[in-house]
């Protein structure tokens, strides 16, 4: 009989606590991945133009970091995958828990990868645009955290919701193929029809799922619909999960 009675929101923080001592190495990977994208892809996410001739002639080259937001997002569908793998589902039995709290502790230290992701990215580009002043006649376009700081932390934002978005499609795309490893042959047959039809279906950008987030214009109605949508995806996996029997392999 125990004398101290936790609260659930205790033992989820708990919990929360051991992942991000147990998984500092995630943190880590996208460390090296940023830098790594920093080096060999900057170059490629950069376009070169143009010289107009005599009388008038100039060179000028932009500099994006979308090749790091894209290992970012990659990143992160990974990171939500690898959560919902046996090993560990099988180290919260160190804890007097149950469902409802290793569920919390993931998703807090869901939220907290998302964060984390979401600045380092956007912190990246800043890091970017200082080392292009060592060039000649630089001119910065993007707004920065002094210039323009409700820009600058739109931006931060606005990464960290998309971060988040991806870790709970990773997060839930793991729970399901978890239940039964049937979900691998049916997510093969929904991405082979995606990428041979879905392209050709989707003339207009209206049509793409994908635009009904990237193409909102409103940051409120844009942070709803994310929000909305990892609400939905945490409870399809929270309901799967229930039903999985514990220690499931």
């Not at 002639?57 to 939500?80: C, E, H, P, R, Y």
């Amino acid at each position: 009989m125990f004398s101290t009675q936790w609260s659930v929101n205790e033992l989820a923080k708990r919990q929360y606590v051991f992942k991000l001592s147990a998984n500092g190495a995630v943190f880590t990977t996208l460390i090296v991945l940023q830098i790594i994208g920093t080096v060999f892809i900057s170059g490629a996410s950069s376009t070169s133009m143009s010289d107009w001739g005599e009388p008038i002639s100039f060179n000028f080259m932009s500099i994006s970091n979308d090749g790091q937001v894209g290992l970012t997002l990659f990143w992160a569908l990974i990171v939500g995958f690898l959560l919902t793998s046996a090993a560990q589902r099988n180290e919260s039995f160190s804890f007097v828990t149950n469902r409802l709290t290793f569920q919390l502790a993931n998703f807090y230290f869901i939220c907290t990868a998302a964060l984390f992701g979401g600045v380092t990215t956007v912190l990246l580009g800043s890091v970017m645009k200082i080392v292009a002043l060592f060039g000649d006649n630089v001119i910065i376009e993007t707004a920065g955290l002094l210039s323009s700081p409700l820009d600058y932390f739109s931006r931060i934002l606005v990464m960290t919701a998309y971060t988040l978005l991806l870790l709970m499609t990773g997060y839930l795309l793991g729970t399901l193929i978890q239940f039964s490893k049937l979900f691998i042959s049916l997510f093969g047959l929904i991405w082979f029809v995606y990428i041979t039809f879905g392209f050709r279906v989707s003339v207009g950008e209206g049509d793409s799922l994908l635009y009904f987030y990237y193409g909102e214009t409103s940051i409120l109605l844009f942070i709803l619909k994310v929000a909305v949508s990892v609400a939905v995806l945490f409870g399809i996996s929270f309901f799967v999960t229930n039903r999985l029997e514990v220690r499931n392999p």
